[in-house]
Nanobody, 125 residues
Framework: QMQLVESGGGSVQAGGSLRLSCTPS????????MGWFRQAPGKEREGVAAIYTDSGRTVYADSVQGRFTISQDVANKTLYLQMISLKPEDTAMYFC??????????????????WGQGTQVTVSS
């Protein structure tokens, strides 16, 4: 079994920065794809960024392109999301997720098998 634990959320003013972390534990082999998602109240969960762990190829949602950077520490498999120039519309619960399955839809929630519990990000104007 695998567990994912997110950390690093908090409250910042618009224009500020945060770095989220996601630490996997348990059976962590074959994490083919890892991603960050977010969900604001009353909205659907949306894919923010994803990284293919074998190639390092990254994918971003248009809304965060150029502001967010996804990365992974290969040694301990911790996933990061560096967020800069934060906007009030970035306010949401942020989740990390992973899957061992091949997929052509890295920003689709249905592509993922394991999820963390989330960490709250609040951006004030």
């Amino acid at each position: 079994q695998m567990q994912l634990v997110e950390s690093g959320g908090g409250s910042v003013q618009a224009g500020g920065s945060l770095r989220l972390s996601c630490t996997p534990s348990g059976y962590t082999y074959n994490m083919y794809l890892m991603g960050w998602f977010r969900q604001a109240p009353g909205k659907e969960r949306e894919g923010v960024a994803a990284i293919y762990t074998d190639s390092g190829r990254t994918v971003y949602a248009d809304s965060v392109q150029g502001r967010f950077t996804i990365s992974q520490d290969v040694a301990n498999k911790t996933l990061y999301l560096q967020m800069i120039s934060l906007k009030p519309e970035d306010t949401a619960m942020y989740f990390c997720a992973t899957t061992w399955k091949s997929t052509s839809y890295p920003l689709k929630a249905a592509s993922y098998n394991y999820w963390g519990q989330g960490t709250q990000v609040t951006v004030s104007s």
